[in-house]
């Protein structure tokens, strides 16, 4: 078993209809899959140039990750996404499948870590930053990753997890996506949260949302415990008194 201390500080969510804390108070209490929308957050804090560079999936990180870095400069960035750009790539791809000519900038935007270097752009920022796409329990490969920074002596660390729906063409294969959404934790040291490891025998039944968004409706209630299972990893998050 393994054990890792932190606090988080401030966070912040997104999804379509669900901006501020009472919005995700009244969707913790009563959970549900959100209508379809092509809504997108605000990102006028930025400028129009570069507002038009960003994908939905980029505006959902920026819209998290930007107040929750204020104040912080020299703030490292851990970016996680299981499926990423995945309209992006689907456009490139259709157009490969109709011999149409491709976008260098379709391209260069739809890569992994295509959102940690816009936000090293726009931000002027040149602290660590890292992207990750784990499968399942990518948020807690997140967290081990920033409290290593943490440990490396870094004041604060932005872990932002997001996913943005994917293409109908998609949905035999990408099951985990309710709806587009994402969560920003500023994180700090501390002994407020105690997150650790455990194996399970066998492989166990997924969970009902992902979990970013059940470790959301932890935060927002009174439970002390939340706890994540991907096949036969069971995390478990426990908020200390």
């Not at 393994?2 to 209490?29: H, K, T």
């Not at 959102?115 to 890292?130: A, K, N, Q």
């Not at 784990?134 to 002596?153: I, Q, T």
């Not at 985990?176 to 650790?196: E, H, K, M, R």
């Amino acid at each position: 078993m393994s054990v890792i201390n932190f606090n988080i500080a401030q966070w912040r969510a997104w999804a379509p209809g669900l901006e501020s804390v009472d919005d995700w108070q009244a969707w913790s209490r009563q959970p549900v899959v959100l209508e379809p929308s092509d809504a997108a957050p605000d990102v006028s804090f930025l400028p129009a140039m570069q507002r038009r560079r960003l994908s939905r999936l980029a505006r959902m990180a920026f819209s998290v990750g930007w107040p929750l870095a204020d104040g912080h400069p020299d703030l490292p960035l851990v970016f996680i996404s299981r499926h990423g750009e995945t309209p992006r790539t689907f456009e490139i791809l259709s157009d490969l499948a109709t011999d149409q000519p491709l976008s260098p900038t379709q391209f260069s935007l739809s890569v992994h870590n295509a959102v940690i270097g816009l936000w090293s752009i726009m931000r002027g920022e040149t602290s660590e930053m890292t992207a990750l796409a784990a499968a399942g329990d990518g948020l807690e490969h997140g967290m081990l990753e920033a409290a290593a920074l943490l440990e490396e002596g870094a004041p604060a660390v932005l872990l932002i997890v997001t996913e943005e729906q994917p293409p109908a063409a998609y949905s035999a294969w990408i099951d985990d996506v309710p709806f587009p959404y994402a969560v920003g934790l500023l994180i700090t040291p501390g002994n407020q949260w105690q997150l650790s490891l455990n194996s399970a025998p066998h492989t166990l039944s997924k969970a009902r949302w992902p979990h970013a968004l059940n470790l959301l409706r932890t935060l927002l209630g009174q439970q002390t415990t939340c706890q994540h299972a991907w096949k036969n990893r069971v995390w478990t998050w426990q908020r200390n008194p």
